[in-house]
């Protein structure tokens, strides 16, 4: 009981500060000065796309939030922009992969983390907010992408593997992917070319210090015995059925169509759901994806296993088509509504970083004990949501960063 | 070395001698290129991994069949427990995939960097419709065509032969 009300007041403690700093934030607390008044790059560059348009604006110089023409090409070829050494791409890959391949969901965002800050690119977006938001925005929507790029990819090996098994229960896939089509396409909409890099930052920041205290949960005692307390009825109910013959296998046959209720029979068990629910957890959690850059995997399922209380084959397969058909929707609206940009070279290296990274995660994953793992993530959640969450919406880390 | 690459690939693009012809085929080569280093270094991580792979998919069988038990015998608490177990082996097995797919697609980002390198500009119009699509949309039509057509060839081909048993006694076995 003391715990439990510990827990809490800590909680509320967190509640209360972060509503402050936002009141504090609205205020104007950390907001950067303008710079007006200065020449500008025109058309010199000719660069391509929306980002060669919003380029045109910045103004001409050596300084932060200036471009400097006579300075090496960096990302997308802008002269000036941070050159990302392809080695430290790829040493970073490994760890993204290996976080994939370990803890899980938070290679996502270490993914993030390495397009902000080890290449750079988050500062130097960040310093064009006031002398050419139209370019910060387009940079945004790029660093978005670049993210979604590498997280969303494995569903479309799964989707595969999963078409393969038969385990893909498609009226759940249609809905579901009506939502997440819905989701994918209303953010880039809505938010393309609108989302300045230091919001975006702030809410990457946040979601994940709230990931970082989910992982934070699990680590703890009670978080612990909840799982261990489900770990043993699954054990026990194995126990109890060893001496029972397996039933009938089949495949996914839908017995009953309707807008409210949908009904189907997978291992001759029969299941029924609510249409509404996917649709409208489809849509959720591909605008969350879409507006972070992050594949969304990690949500799908606890989503459809824990509310909507479907069996978990028939909702890995149908959430990794929903994850596939949201990312294909949200890169595909990101280059053509918001005109974002692509660096083929830096995602083509980090993935063959991510791929080496998987190689080595199960070789030495059995060294540190799973609960250790997370405590290390946990830690480095807070640093990095607090960090970002600062910086993005105060203009300024809180920690060292 | 980056002169060395290009001045290979380019070759595939000079074939015929006629532009448009060439272009096809070049991107179809690139493409199928693509398609056979993907599935070379995914074959790698296979072999490498397989134990921790097949480990992970007992795991998420085992407990998935558990909650169907459970379910059918009418025992609901049982089914959430095993189904939240795997739920958790999904999850590992999920983030597993990153790196196969990883492993498989990465050589089409080289392969789209080198053509926007050399026909960033090319733009091919769609006829009666005033739209016109770029060196992207044709080098993945040209790829989903290799990698349907690489399917159809691998167990012929000495190296992949094997690859191609595996792969398909690890699908069976999942």
Known sequence: ?401 | MLNIIDTVLITFYRLTGNPVPDYFIGTFMLALLSVILGEFTVSLVFRINKKHLDGLNNHLLETHNLSMEAWRAGDRKAYTDCNREANDAFGKVFFNMVGLSAASLWPVFFALAWMQSRFMSIKFPLPFTGWSVNYVVIFLACYILARMAFGRVKHRIPYFKGVSRLLQAYEKHT
């Not at chain 1, 959720?284 to 594949?295: D, E, K, Q, R």
């Open chain 1, 1 to 401: 009981m003391k715990k439990k009300q510990w827990f809490e007041a800590v909680a509320a403690l967190v509640l209360l500060v972060f509503l402050i700093l936002l009141a504090l934030g609205a205020a104007g607390a950390g907001a950067q000065p303008s710079e007006t008044g200065k020449e500008v790059v025109g058309n010199v560059l000719n660069l391509p796309g929306k980002i060669g348009e919003a380029i045109k604006s910045a103004p001409l110089g050596e300084g932060k939030g200036q471009v400097n023409l006579t300075a090496p090409e960096g990302f997308l070829n802008i002269p000036g922009a941070p050159r990302i050494n392809p080695v430290v791409a790829f040493l970073w890959a490994i760890w993204v992969g290996w976080i994939f391949t370990t803890v899980g969901a938070f290679g996502g965002i270490m993914a993030g983390v390495g397009h902000m800050t080890v290449f750079g690119l988050g500062d130097y977006t960040k310093a064009f907010k006031q002398s050419a938001p139209a370019f910060n925005k387009v940079m945004t929507d790029c660093l978005r992408m670049a993210n979604q790029w590498l997280v969303g990819l494995s569903s479309f090996i799964g989707t595969i593997t999963y078409l393969r098994m038969k385990t893909l229960a498609w009226p759940l896939g249609l809905v579901l992917g009506a939502g997440s089509l819905a989701g994918a396409v209303l953010i880039p909409w809505i938010t393309g070319g609108k989302i300045s890099f230091s919001q975006y930052q702030g809410w990457f920041g946040l979601v994940v210090f709230v990931i970082g205290g989910f992982l934070l949960y699990e680590t703890t005692p009670r978080g612990q015995v909840r799982k261990k307390e489900a770990k043993a009825a699954a054990q026990a109910f194995k126990k109890s059925m060893k001496e029972k013959s397996e039933g009938e296998s089949e495949g996914i046959k839908v017995t009953r169509w309707s807008s409210s209720r949908i009904e189907f029979s997978f291992y001759g068990v029969q299941f029924g759901f609510n249409p509404v629910m996917p649709f409208i957890g489809g849509l959720f959690i591909a605008a969350l994806s879409s507006f972070l850059g992050i594949g969304g995997g990690f949500l799908y399922v606890p989503y459809l296993t824990s509310v909507v209380g479907l069996p978990m084959f028939v909702v890995a397969g149908t959430s990794a088509m929903a994850v596939f058909v949201s990312m294909l929707t949200s890169i595909t609206s990101y280059i053509s509504l918001a005109g974002a940009a692509v660096d083929w070279p830096l995602i083509g290296t980090e993935l063959v970083g991510i791929f080496v990274g998987s190689l080595l995660g199960p070789r030495t994953q059995k060294y540190i004990p799973e609960v250790w793992l997370k405590r290390i993530f946990v830690i480095l959640a807070l640093y990095v949501g607090l960090g970002y969450f600062s910086k993005g919406f105060f203009g300024q880390s809180w920690v060292p960063m």
